[in-house]
């Protein structure tokens, strides 16, 4: 691990944020845009997730960070252990410093599996994560088991819930739904030369990824906790059952399980040796909706105002920093100060500028700033070359982003 930048020294926990206030007096002479750490805030929210997590190893989540002074940052505090990739380059650049990476998806990247499978090196500190033996298929096409090292390898479990009422509710990963679909790919894995089965994963995304106490739907809510503690219950039992039948065939390394939302459930499961995190460091907003933890809002980003068009309308330029996931109210970034502040419905968030209105726009001038923060953690990092860091009311620092070393992933 590389060793981590003076200006984002976790060690020490912290209250939360400093507030808007705080954050735009210390940052008045940056020009917009630019993205704001808040040093305190990002160091409560990685002590939060260590506690919530209980004593079990959080391998930190890097599609929700996507700064190596972060990472580092994060992996330098006890309690954290091991990154989980997004893509197969990440991982590898990644690797060059970090000893144990697992790749969170399958990869079909050809040059970046030639890269893995000619470097011993890497190769002992980077983990696949394969769902079906065409995976396998494809690395030996590139570079045949007796021409490489062993290559790691891990199965990743279905964690969806295949509810009689609802069907299928979660995200659409793995085939490997069934404890013996799992033992039967991991019997087949053994058999191919050239690999080595060392763990396995389950994501449950329709209850780490999703808010179960909506701002403003109590009805919906409660419904939505009553699914999760149902998934939550099959999930505990099948998967348990899974790794049990792995287990009796090979030595595993790590089960993984979890995410920011749901590491407290996670953590009950026995068959569970690790928990994966890491939207939960920066707080964005649809994590503002969860009953079991409420993260400071660590990361944030400001726009200039550059027009005004009406007594109660403002433009900033640019804006549309859209989340991925289903296109809905909820990932679009959300004006946070001033306060009094929304987009118009007919424009919403744009490519080159966004339209607030009102109270708070009557105050505003051209040339002030408005702050808003993202939807999700790690996709900000895609529109920004650093973070500026904030230690209360003043500037600390910089710290780089994928994007501002160059790197564009995914």
């Not at 394969?130 to 045949?144: G, H, R, T």
Request: overall charge neutral; aromatic content about 6%.
């Amino acid at each position: 691990m590389s060793k981590p930048s003076r200006v984002l020294d976790l060690s020490t926990p912290a209250s939360g944020s400093a507030g808007w206030p705080a954050l735009a007096a210390a940052t008045e002479h940056l020009d917009p845009p630019f993205a704001v750490l808040d040093r305190g805030a990002l160091a409560r929210n990685a002590h939060d997730l260590v506690a919530r997590a209980s004593g079990l190893p959080i391998r930190l989540a890097t599609k929700s960070v996507r700064s190596r002074a972060v990472i580092d940052a994060a992996l330098a505090l006890e309690g954290f252990r091991g990154v989980l990739a997004f893509t197969l380059p990440e991982a590898l650049w990644l690797a060059e410093s970090i000893d144990d990476v697992l790749l969170g998806y399958p990869t079909v990247d050809r040059g970046a599996i030639a890269t893995l499978a000619t470097d011993e090196r890497l190769a002992a500190r980077v983990t696949l994560m394969v769902d079906a033996l065409e995976q396998l298929d494809c690395i030996d096409a590139v570079v045949p088991p007796e021409r490489r090292p062993e290559i790691r390898v891990a199965i990743e479990l279905d964690a969806s819930w295949r509810s009689r009422l609802l069907g299928h509710v979660g995200s659409r990963r793995s085939p490997v739904h069934e404890p013996g679909e799992a033992a039967e790919l991991a019997a087949a894995i053994l058999r191919r030369p050239g690999f080595r089965l060392v763990g396995m994963m389950a994501y449950e995304g329709q209850i780490a990824g999703v808010q179960d106490a909506p701002p403003g739907r109590p009805v919906a809510g409660a419904a939505l906790r009553a699914i999760q503690r149902r998934s939550a219950d099959e999930l505990r039992e099948r998967r348990a059952a899974a790794v049990a039948a792995v287990r009796a065939i090979a030595e595993l390394e790590f089960i993984n399980g979890g995410g920011t939302g749901s590491l407290e459930l996670t953590r009950r499961d026995a068959s569970v040796t690790e928990v994966a995190a890491g939207s939960g460091l920066f707080g964005p907003t649809l994590f503002d909706g969860y009953s079991r933890f409420r993260p400071a809002p660590a990361a944030a980003f400001a726009l200039a105002v550059v027009r005004a068009p009406a007594p109660d309308i403002v433009t900033v330029l640019g804006g549309g920093w859209i989340a991925s996931g289903p296109p809905g109210a909820d990932r679009v970034p959300t004006p946070v100060w001033p306060e009094g502040l929304r987009m118009l419905a007919r424009e919403g968030a744009g490519e080159v500028q966004t339209p607030l209105t009102g109270p708070g726009a009557r105050e505003l001038r051209i040339g002030d700033r408005v702050w808003f923060r993202h939807a999700k953690a790690g996709e900000v990092s895609e529109h920004v070359d650093a973070f500026v860091v904030v230690d209360g009311d003043r500037v600390i620092g910089a710290v780089p982003t994928y994007r501002g070393e160059g790197r564009a992933f995914l």
